[in-house]
């Protein structure tokens, strides 16, 4: 039996969960997700919990039972509290900064680099070195906060570039000296 699959997910206050079929739409104070899952597994509501089971113990379903009740899981959690991404932006005149809608950032480029926000997600700068996406949609906020820290991954010898907080870059020596040749 899947560990993580048979794990009852508890609704929080304030949130309404609907489950019409293999469709669960979920909302709550930060917005409302809707998802569908494989038709095999079974989702139901039992008082303030949600519980998924599976039909067979064949390997397709095994796997498909922890992933619904996490997917789901990440719904609900979602919808309650909401997930951030925080990047920071590292290197001499890179800066980054919100002008309506978008994301405009001074990446040591010739042209400045302009994302705009995407619906479900939100777009803070508190200064010029930090950028926090924020949204209640799991995937789209990671998929939101990797496609802007590809503009300008870090690289190894400085440093410089757009990393998430927290991330280790691994750095690496510079060129040796010139007169070390044997």
Same mark, same amino acid.
């Given at each position: 039996?899947?560990?993580?699959? *048979?794990?009852?997910?508890?609704?929080?206050?304030?949130?309404?969960? *609907?489950?019409?079929?293999?469709?669960?739409?979920? *909302?709550?104070?930060?917005?409302?997700?809707?998802?569908?899952?494989?038709?095999?597994?079974?989702?139901?509501?039992?008082?303030?919990?949600?519980?998924?089971?599976?039909?067979?113990?064949?390997?397709?379903?095994?796997?498909?039972?922890?992933?619904?009740?996490?997917?789901?899981?990440?719904?609900?959690?979602?919808?309650?509290?909401?997930?951030?991404?925080?990047?920071?932006?590292?290197?001499?005149?890179?800066?980054?900064?919100?002008?309506?809608?978008?994301?405009?950032?001074?990446?040591?480029?010739?042209?400045?680099?302009?994302?705009?926000?995407?619906?479900?997600?939100?777009?803070?700068?508190?200064?010029?070195?930090?950028?926090?996406?924020?949204?209640?949609?799991?995937?789209?906020?990671?998929?939101?906060?990797?496609?802007?820290?590809?503009?300008?991954?870090?690289?190894?010898?400085?440093?410089?570039?757009?990393?998430?907080?927290?991330?280790?870059?691994?750095?690496?020596?510079?060129?040796?000296?010139?007169?070390?040749?044997?």
């Amino acid at each position: 039996m899947s560990r993580i699959g *048979k794990k009852p997910i508890a609704i929080p206050a304030g949130v309404e969960v *609907k489950v019409n079929g293999n469709e669960v739409t979920v *909302k709550g104070p930060k917005g409302t997700l809707t998802q569908s899952f494989n038709a095999d597994m079974a989702i139901a509501v039992e008082g303030a919990e949600i519980v998924v089971t599976r039909p067979t113990d064949n390997k397709e379903h095994r796997a498909l039972h922890g992933l619904t009740r996490t997917l789901i899981a990440n719904m609900v959690e979602g919808v309650s509290v909401g997930y951030k991404k925080e990047l920071e932006v590292n290197g001499v005149g890179f800066r980054a900064q919100k002008q309506g809608n978008n994301l405009v950032m001074n990446l040591g480029f010739s042209h400045q680099v302009i994302m705009p926000e995407i619906d479900g997600i939100t777009i803070e700068v508190p200064n010029n070195n930090s950028i926090i996406i924020s949204g209640a949609d799991k995937q789209k906020v990671g998929q939101f906060a990797a496609e802007v820290r590809e503009k300008r991954p870090p690289e190894p010898y400085k440093g410089k570039g757009i990393k998430y907080v927290g991330e280790y870059i691994r750095r690496k020596e510079g060129k040796a000296a010139k007169g070390s040749k044997k």
